[in-house]
C-alpha cells in the first residue's frame, strides 16, 4: 500500500512541478534529508514497539551534539597533527555516546522500576535535558568541525551519500535485533502484554530499560549526521521532526499501542514523508499548512489502528 501511495505522490508532483520534482538536485536533497529523520524515527519505533513512547529523542540528540561539538571546537587546534585530531574526534564520539546512553539509562529506570508513564518520564526528561543543554550554551550555536566530521553528513561513497549508508545500516541493525534476538521478541512481548510477559520469565524492568538505550544510542548516531550536515550544533535544532517521526512510525504499520511494527514499514512511510514534504515546498506550501497536515495524518492513522485492533479483537473472539 506504501508502495502504491509513494508512487502516486511522485507521479502528483512530478505533474505540478514538471522539471523540478524528478531533477537531480531534488533527489540529491532527498537522500541527504531523509538519514538523520529515519535514525531518529527508528529511536522512536522501539519504545513504541515496547508500549512506551520517548518525547525525548530531539533534545537527548541536540545535547549529545552539543557535548561532541564542544570537545571539537574546544580541543582541536589549527596547527595540530592528523593522529591528534583522531584521538579528538574520538573522544568527542565516545562523550557522545555516553551522554546519550546516560539520558537513556535514567529515563528507563524511571520507566520500569519506578512505573511511571513513559509520557511523563520523557516529558520531563525532555524538558530538563533542553533547559540545560540551553542554560550551558546560552541558546548559542557550535559551529566549525573538522573534514572528517563533516564528510559523514555531506560526503559520498559509491556515488551514495555517507549519511544515507548510515541509516540503511541503523535500519537493517534494529530490524534483526526486533526480528530475530531475544531482546527484540522480548521488546514485543512487552508491547502485547506486560504482565504475561513478566510472569513468563522475561526480566520486563531490564528489557524496557534496554529500550531507552537503544533508543538514546540511536540519537547519538542522529546527532552524528545533524551537526555533520550543518556544521553546526545547537539545543533548538529539528523540533519539528518529533511530530513526524511518530507519524513515521504510525503510518510505517507500527502500532501506537505496542506489540507490532516493522522497519521495512517505517522506510517506506519515510520515503512517502519525504517525497511529499519536498513536494510541498516546491509549491511553495506554508510550513505551518504542512505541519497541520502532518497532525491530521497522524490522527486518522491512530484511529485506523484503533478500529482495525477492535476489528480484529472482535473477529478472534
Not at 506550501?285 to 482495525?308: D, E, H, N
Request: hydrophobic share 60%; with cysteine; charged share 5%.
Amino acid at each position: 500500500m506504501l508502495g502504491g501511495l509513494i508512487a502516486v505522490a511522485v507521479l502528483v508532483f512530478s505533474t505540478l512541478t514538471p522539471n523540478r520534482f524528478l531533477s537531480a538536485d531534488t533527489l540529491r536533497a532527498i537522500a541527504f534529508q531523509m538519514p538523520e529523520l529515519g535514525i531518529l524515527s527508528l529511536a522512536m519505533m522501539v519504545p513504541l514497539m515496547s508500549g512506551g513512547l520517548n518525547l525525548a529523542i530531539i533534545a537527548t540528540a541536540n545535547c549529545s551534539a552539543l557535548v561532541m561539538a564542544a570537545i571539537l571546537t574546544r580541543l582541536i587546534q589549527p596547527s595540530m597533527p592528523s593522529p591528534g585530531v583522531a584521538a579528538i574526534i574520538a573522544l568527542a564520539l565516545l562523550a557522545g555516546m555516553l551522554t546519550s546512553l546516560g539520558i537513556g539509562f535514567l529515563t528507563g529506570v524511571i520507566v520500569a522500576f519506578l512505573g511511571v508513564h513513559p509520557i511523563l518520564v520523557t516529558l520531563g526528561t525532555m524538558t530538563l535535558v533542553k533547559g540545560a543543554a540551553v542554560l550551558a550554551t546560552s541558546g548559542t550555536v557550535i559551529a566549525g568541525f573538522p573534514p572528517a566530521v563533516l564528510f559523514l553528513g555531506n560526503g559520498t561513497l559509491i556515488g551514495f551519500p555517507v549519511s544515507l549508508i548510515l541509516f540503511l545500516l541503523c535500519a537493517t541493525i534494529v530490524a534483526v535485533i526486533l526480528t530475530h534476538a531475544p531482546f527484540g521478541v522480548s521488546v514485543r512481548m512487552i508491547g502485547s502484554n506486560e504482565r504475561a510477559t513478566r510472569y513468563s520469565g522475561v526480566p520486563t524492568e531490564w528489557v524496557l530499560v534496554g529500550v531507552y538505550v537503544v533508543s538514546s544510542l540511536l540519537c547519538w548516531v542522529a546527532a552524528l549526521l545533524m551537526m555533520a550536515r550543518f556544521n553546526s550544533a545547537s539545543a533548538g535544532y529539528a523540533e519539528s521532526y518529533l511530530l513526524i517521526t511518530i507519524l513515521a512510525a504510525v503510518l510505517g504499520g507500527v502500532d501506537p499501542f505496542g506489540g507490532f511494527g516493522r522497519v521495512l514499514g517505517l522506510c517506506l512511510s519515510l520515503v512517502l514523508l519525504q517525497v511529499i514534504s519536498t513536494g510541498f515546498n516546491l509549491l511553495g506550501f506554508s510550513p505551518y499548512l504542512t505541519a497541520a497536515i502532518w497532525g491530521a495524518t497522524m490522527i486518522l492513522a491512530i484511529v485506523i489502528a484503533m478500529v482495525r485492533d477492535r476489528w480484529i479483537s472482535r473477529s478472534t473472539r
